[in-house]
Antibody, heavy 121, light 108 residues
Framework: EVQLVESGGGLVQPGGSLRLSCAAS????????MSWVRQAPGKGLEWVSG????????YYADSVKGRFTISRDNSKNTLYLQMNSLRADDTAVYYC??????????????WGQGTTVTVSS | EIVLTQSPGTLSLSPGQRATLSCRAS???????LAWYQQKPGQAPRLLIY???SRATGIPDRFSGSGSGTDFTLTISRLEPEDFAVYFC?????????FGQGTKLEIK
């Protein structure tokens, strides 16, 4: 069974940093791109970042470019999102999602349960 | 970036009725690269449709997708109680991929 389990969310002050993790199991992790998608309270979905299966290519939404860094450790089947210079509008549930192809720009067939990030003083 | 506009914002129907949800793109969606997701309160999104009309694994055949270019539709032929949820469309044909704002399907 394919599973994605996020962790690392929490309460952080504006300007602070947080690192999210997503542990994957049940598929060949390195053969699939992965994405982070977030959902602010009561709002819709926003794609945040994507990474190719090999980890060689990364992509970011303009809203997080320069502040967030996506990475993966294929030996540990784990996806990461390093979030720096956090702002109040980064408050959201962050989902990791498995992309159906090695490149990130396809649909996502499995999603984790999400981890909540709250940016507030 | 491509803006996806979903309508209606809220759809009130009864079990057994047919639901038609619309997703309109601000530009042509390349290769019909459009997906639909269902989200229930407190849960992660669930893939329903990809490539505009292909059902994901395990999705009942009462769910169908259609459309091309800028206009896409998700149809639920006979609503079951478990179908009442929020539905999002996503385009992945142009970077960055984008989502619609969602349609809430509620019980009348």
């Amino acid at each position: 069974e394919v599973q994605l389990v996020e962790s690392g969310g929490g309460l952080v002050q504006p300007g602070g940093s947080l690192r999210l993790s997503c542990a994957a199991s049940g598929f060949i992790f390195s053969s699939r791109a992965m994405s982070w998608v977030r959902q602010a309270p009561g709002k819709g979905l926003e794609w945040v970042s994507g990474i190719s299966g090999s980890g060689d290519s990364t992509y970011y939404a303009d809203s997080v470019k320069g502040r967030f860094t996506i990475s993966r450790d294929n030996s540990k089947n784990t996806l990461y999102l390093q979030m720096n210079s956090l702002r109040a509008d980064d408050t959201a549930v962050y989902y990791c999602a498995k992309v159906v192809e090695p490149h990130y720009d396809f649909w996502m067939d499995v999603w984790g349960q999400g981890t909540t990030v709250t940016v507030s003083s | 970036e491509i803006v996806l506009t979903q309508s209606p914002g809220t759809l009130s129907l009864s079990p057994g009725q047919r639901a038609t949800l619309s997703c309109r793109a601000s530009q042509t969606v390349t290769y019909r690269y459009l997906a639909w997701y269902q989200q229930k309160p407190g849960q992660a999104p669930r893939l329903l449709i990809y490539g505009a009309s292909s059902r994901a694994t395990g999705i009942p055949d009462r769910f169908s997708g259609s459309g091309s270019g800028t206009d896409f539709t998700l149809t639920i032929s006979r609503l079951e109680p478990e179908d009442f949820a929020v539905y999002f469309c996503q385009q992945y044909g142009s970077s960055p991929q984008t989502f619609g704002q969602g349609t809430k399907l509620e019980i009348k």
